[in-house]
Nanobody
């Protein structure tokens, strides 16, 4: 099993940058694909980005591509979400999630992720 907790949320102005961190505890962190999802009020949880366990390849939602970057530090058991050029529509609770050896197209689906952090609020003002 793995336990996750997110850090780094806050209130920023449009155009600013923010970096979220997700610290994991437990064993075999390197075997988990790590994903970031977000949920705005009144909306469904949506995929943001993910970094796979095997080749550290990354996948992004079209809405954040070229603005957000997902990375991982296996030695620190931490995954990051660097968010640049933030927009008011990026306002949401951001969640970190882990899935055992998930690969390919399924990384954008929340269902295979069995472990979730409590979330961190990101608010972008216009």
């Amino acid at each position: 099993q793995v336990q996750l907790v997110e850090f780094g949320g806050g209130l920023v102005q449009a155009g600013a940058s923010l970096r979220l961190s997700c610290a994991a505890s437990g064993r075999s962190f390197t075997s988990y694909t790590m994903g970031w999802f977000r949920q705005a009020p009144g909306k469904e949880r949506e995929f943001v980005g993910a970094v796979e366990w095997a080749d550290v390849s990354t996948t992004y939602a079209d809405s954040v591509k070229d603005r957000f970057t997902v990375s991982r530090d296996n030695a620190q058991k931490t995954v990051y979400l660097q968010m640049n050029s933030l927009k008011p529509e990026d306002t949401a609770v951001y969640y970190c999630a882990a899935s055992w050896r998930l690969m390919g197209a399924g990384v954008s689906n929340p269902n295979p992720y069995h472990y979730w952090g409590p979330g961190t609020q990101v608010t972008v003002s216009s």
